[in-house]
């Protein structure tokens, strides 16, 4: 059999092995919470009441990381945990452990060319596909700032569904698209009849999930739907 296409079953690159390092109980713990909002609140509410929700018998040495781990930085976690959309579905549905563990040793690897190590093809396209979309957005986003000191206001949802352009003077119009070539979604914020801000966000890849919507970089919380 060539190394080139082996799975974890068979043998694992040197940067599987290095994340496998990563306790797998927080694990499946932050990917499920990652596409599941209601598990989400009971994990950041008492993690180890999460766990039994989906009879995970967590480690000892888990149970103190999850135990110590202030909110905030649980919370980060969550948000920077990668879930391939395939698994998407799985680790929403799933009522226990058992299933979502079977989904994490059954990773296939993609072919190695040049001496380059197997990743997992799905996170990498994707994690590229997200940076290039904030990166995007970042510069959206410096773009209505400026629009605002100059003309002191945002742009109307109207005006952004139906210019070609409302940023023509900013920046290109090719940055008002994502890398799945859609126009990014923004809606004003509108009170007492004055656009005071906006929301800015990705669709993402799927438009029929909310679960991969990426949220623009830059005040996050201010400008999220």
């Not at 694992?12 to 927080?26: A, H, L, M, T």
């Not at 909002?37 to 149970?63: G, W």
């Not at 438009?207 to 996050?220: A, E, F, M, R, S």
Request: proline share 4%.
């Amino acid at each position: 059999m060539n190394n080139s296409f082996r799975t974890i079953v068979g043998g694992r690159s040197s940067e599987q092995q290095d994340r496998n390092n990563f306790p797998r109980g927080i694990e499946i713990l932050l990917k499920k919470a990652k596409v599941d909002m209601r598990f989400k609140i009971l994990l950041l509410k008492n993690p180890l009441k999460a766990a039994k929700s989906i009879d995970l018998n967590l480690k000892e040495n888990e149970k103190k990381i999850i135990e110590n781990t202030p909110k905030s930085i649980l919370e980060t976690m969550i948000q920077n945990t990668f879930v391939p959309k395939h698994h998407v579905k799985t680790f929403l549905t799933a009522k226990t452990a058992a299933m979502l563990a079977l989904i994490l040793t059954s990773t296939t690897l993609t072919p190695s060319y040049g001496g380059t190590k197997g990743v997992e093809a799905d996170e990498i396209v994707h994690e590229d596909y997200i940076q290039v979309a904030e990166e995007r957005m970042g510069v959206v986003q410096d773009a209505l700032e400026q629009l605002k000191r100059d003309q002191g206001t945002y742009p109307s949802t109207e005006e952004w569904l139906s210019a070609l352009n409302p940023l023509d003077e900013y920046i290109p119009h090719s940055y008002l698209y994502d890398p799945w070539k859609r126009k990014f979604h923004y809606e004003a914020v509108i009170e007492k009849d004055m656009i005071v801000s906006y929301k800015l966000e990705s669709l993402g890849e799927d438009l029929n999930y909310g679960y991969d919507n990426i949220q623009c970089p830059i005040d996050t919380e201010k400008h999220s739907f």
